[in-house]
């Protein structure tokens, strides 16, 4: 007998549940097609639509995703496991790695879209930064693409007067990136704050991350501080959410 709530279940959640646990019990395995709505309109007696909705549910998960003129596919990529706290470690950064190497292990990273430049400060900056009105910042823009498939597009802002004409200010910032410049300037980042929300993305944001439609980003907004207080960094991430696990791990 078929409970009161499953009932009232919609066809397309229970035939994306079936998907689901055909896709976690290892019977489409990573890089497997999936029925197509064809084949579900005729194994459950469905309309079109009702097909077409219980394979978005699953892409919407970040479990599939769609190729033009091919079908729905079960996801091959593994998920990047962002290590929160240890990646911003001085130890890390200190000591030439990338903070990036604490998340990556040995898969292929390639960061490309970088672009440098000096800008004024929008008002949101200027807030972020406490710098006057009008201050001009050094702006750093850059895609993070993993085994192939864009991840993260960040963008940092740092204030004209603690990195001008510093390595900073070039495409390549040299071994441990932008903090352990800025400690041998003598700012170097004894803080850090991150601000998580999820969202939707823009339509911009979409095509540079190349999300399947539905899916969702993780904005993660983190401010660096000096020693004496004063934010010499904002670093604003845009991640695909179905690509990314956030960790946080620390002593109680």
């Avoid at 229970?14 to 197509?36: K, V």
């Avoid at 097909?51 to 091919?70: F, Y």
């Avoid at 693409?145 to 070039?170: E, H, M, N, R």
């Amino acid at each position: 007998m078929t409970s009161q709530g499953s009932t009232r279940q919609p066809k397309y959640q229970r035939i994306a549940d079936e998907l689901r646990a055909a896709i976690r019990s290892g019977e489409y395995g990573p890089g497997d097609r999936l029925p197509g709505e064809n084949d579900l309109m005729a194994t459950y007696d469905v309309a079109r639509m009702t097909a077409r909705q219980a394979l978005g549910v699953l892409q919407n998960e970040g479990l599939t995703e769609a190729r033009k003129g091919a079908g729905v596919f079960v996801r091959a990529f593994r998920p990047l496991r962002r290590h929160g706290i240890q990646r911003l470690a001085q130890e890390q950064w200190g000591s030439g790695r990338s903070i990036w190497s604490t998340d990556s292990e040995d898969r292929d990273l390639v960061v490309d879209q970088v672009e440098v430049h000096e800008e004024r400060a929008s008002e949101e900056i200027v807030v972020a930064l406490d710098v006057p009105d009008g201050s001009p910042v050094w702006v750093r823009s850059r895609r993070f693409v993993l085994d192939g498939k864009p991840v993260l597009f960040a963008t940092s802002y740092l204030p004209s007067d603690v990195v001008a004409d510093s390595a900073i200010t070039q495409t390549d910032t040299g071994p441990g990136g932008t903090y352990a410049r800025l400690a041998e300037l003598g700012h170097k980042p004894v803080h850090f704050r991150e601000e998580v929300r999820c969202r939707m993305p823009s339509a911009g944001e979409a095509e540079r991350l190349a999300l399947s439609m539905g899916t969702p980003v993780i904005q993660i907004v983190r401010t660096a501080f000096a020693e004496d207080g004063r934010a010499v960094e904002v670093n604003e991430m845009t991640l695909d959410s179905a690509s990314y696990v956030l960790e946080y791990a620390f002593d109680a």
